[in-house]
């Protein structure tokens, strides 16, 4: 079945970097687009980055343009996501995602941000 594994959280003071990684299995993961998911406390979850299969085209929220780097290793089956310049707001739950007819999470790993 399919799993998605986030790693890489944790505490960090704004102006700081941390990388998120995710492990999938289950699917053959180069024929998959990747994105990464954030959700912040009484907020909707916001798409944060994707990248598509075989090109690696990427695409970015307003809000982390020029600051997050989404990334795919196909032959370790990992999508990263490179956060530079965080800011308290960037503070939120990350998730990992996947879909075909259906859509798949990881289980999410907190990012905290502090002033």
């Known amino acids: 079945q399919v799993q998605l594994v986030e790693s890489g959280g944790g505490l960090v003071q704004a102006g700081g970097s941390l990388r998120l990684s995710c492990a999938a299995s289950g699917f053959r993961f180069r024929l998959y687009a990747m994105r990464w998911y954030r959700q912040a406390p009484a907020k909707e979850r916001e798409l944060v980055a994707s990248i598509s299969t075989l090109d690696g085209r990427t695409a970015y929220a307003d809000s982390v343009k020029g600051r997050f780097t989404i990334s795919r290793d196909n032959a370790k089956a990992t999508v990263y996501l490179q956060m530079n310049s965080l800011k308290p707001e960037d503070t939120a739950v990350y998730y990992c995602?996947?879909?075909?007819?259906?859509?798949?999470w990881g289980q999410g790993i907190q990012v905290t941000v502090s002033s």
């Open positions: 995602n996947t879909r075909d007819s259906m859509e798949y």
